[in-house]
């Protein structure tokens, strides 16, 4: 079991992506993605997607609005993939270079037509929900073959 953070920076009607180009024998080698990474022992998902935005952008974020959660069983290697996901709106700095691939600013209506894991088109319109999702995605040799989600009511004070 792979626990992750999956993170969507986003201003003024764009969103920044990260290309997978750089890492060999990366399982999303060629696809956009959002930033984000494994959670280190003991570290909490905001903790994690801080400091992979950082690792991964040079961009310091503050305020992490967890979205929904992703699961992905067998997704590579026969583990199980879960991912929290969180849209970030809240940072500071210059971006650098990216370690794991070329980040770009995308339009969002633009978003679906990068080359994206299946799911990925499905989910990315649910960032704006008012809502908590949970979602399932069942991938067979790259290729989606089933999805599902609940969404739950966004709680008032």
């Known amino acids: 079991m792979r626990l992750h953070t999956l993170c969507y920076l986003k201003r003024g009607g764009q969103t920044l992506m990260v290309h997978r180009v750089k890492k060999e024998n990366d399982v999303h080698h060629g696809k956009w993605n959002g ?68 980040l770009r600013w995308i339009d969002d209506e633009d978003l679906t037509q990068l080359n994206l894991w299946e799911g990925d088109r499905i989910f990315l319109s649910w960032l704006d929900l008012p809502a908590f999702f949970s979602g399932k995605f069942v991938y067979q040799e790259g290729r989606l073959v089933d999805h599902q989600v609940a969404f739950y009511p966004a709680e008032t004070a």
């Open 35 to 102: 930033l984000g990474g494994k959670l280190d022992p003991g570290e909490t998902p905001e903790e994690c997607a801080i400091r992979e935005i950082y690792e991964e952008s040079g961009l310091r974020a503050t305020n992490p609005q967890l979205k929904g959660f992703l699961t992905f069983p067998r997704f590579a290697n026969g583990e199980d993939w879960y991912a929290f996901v969180f849209v970030v709106r809240d940072f500071e700095g210059q971006i650098s270079e990216s370690p794991e691939g070329v």
